[in-house]
DNA sequence: CACAATTAAATTGTATACAATTTAATTTAT
DNA sequence: ATAAATTAAATTGTATACAATTTAATTGTG
């Protein structure tokens, strides 16, 4: 025991959960390649099928993502068919992200990746609930 | 209750996984701007600290990162003059990464960083043993 | 009204990530 | 012994991430 054992790769909590959320991401490649999208462009994708015309800045609060990282992205799902862009009228600093028939329909394409996802992540209902009360902890504490 | 409900990001355990995860690694980033590594460079040194003389395929197995990433990230950690890229003799195919004095001595400003991150992140000690044990149930279903 | 302040995206620059391929060194199998 | 297979890094190409700055639109204030 030393003064910097504390440097342990192994006493980190940041580390595991720096991994476990890339291993978990790349699992979903699998499945999400089948919809020609990657994971970032799914979780947009999920905003959005809860909430059509939803601008920039409400769609990064939800996903903790910025403009630098937007931006780019939703040109290419708009390049892909499955978003339109346009501008709020009454506001033109606001870019309003519609989603399109085409991506409307890849809805019902997406609606097994849950169920797969959680055959791919071994934990019992219990660590799935603690995990999850855990982590939205961290989040809150912004 | 539809059949796309499993599909709102707050019924995904993905979410708040990568989200934390980003979260987490950006408070780090006030401590580590003051040694001047980012957090992905922080880990490598945290292996480096531990196991010296190591090479760049047994580095990204621990840190499940790949050449692709870690070859230039190793670049500029010597570039920094943190680190030493040189080849095995033995086997000129093994890279092998070695800390310098400079290294080393990194490890004395960096001892207080877990202490500082663990004020940051306000988790039960139950909840933060809980956690951990969880990422690394996920971590071992590679 | 006019101009400063604010706001929302976009842009710029740097640093990961990772799949897929290539290169070079070593080992295996015939 | 030598060609084939394997292995370790490096390279290539694409896609994030995010800090910091810029641009353009709108709002607040004297």
Do not use: H
């Amino acid at each position: 025991m030393n003064e910097y054992d504390c440097l342990k790769l192994d006493r980190q909590l940041c580390f595991p959960l720096y991994a476990a959320s890339k291993e978990v991401i790349k699992k979903y490649k699998s499945f999400l390649n089948e919809l020609d999208i990657t994971y970032t462009q799914y979780i947009v994708m999920l905003v959005l099928w809860e909430e059509n015309n939803i601008n920039v800045k409400a769609l990064g609060e939800k996903l903790y993502l910025d403009s630098g990282t937007l931006t780019p992205l939703l040109k290419t799902l708009e390049n892909k068919g499955y978003i339109k862009r346009s501008r709020l009228k009454s506001d033109e600093r606001n870019l309003i992200i519609s989603i399109t028939n085409k991506g409307e329909s890849l809805k019902e394409k997406a609606k097994d990746i849950p169920y797969k996802m959680g055959k791919c992540i071994n934990l019992e209902e219990k660590e799935v609930v603690e995990l999850y009360k855990i982590l939205y902890k961290i989040l809150s504490q912004k």
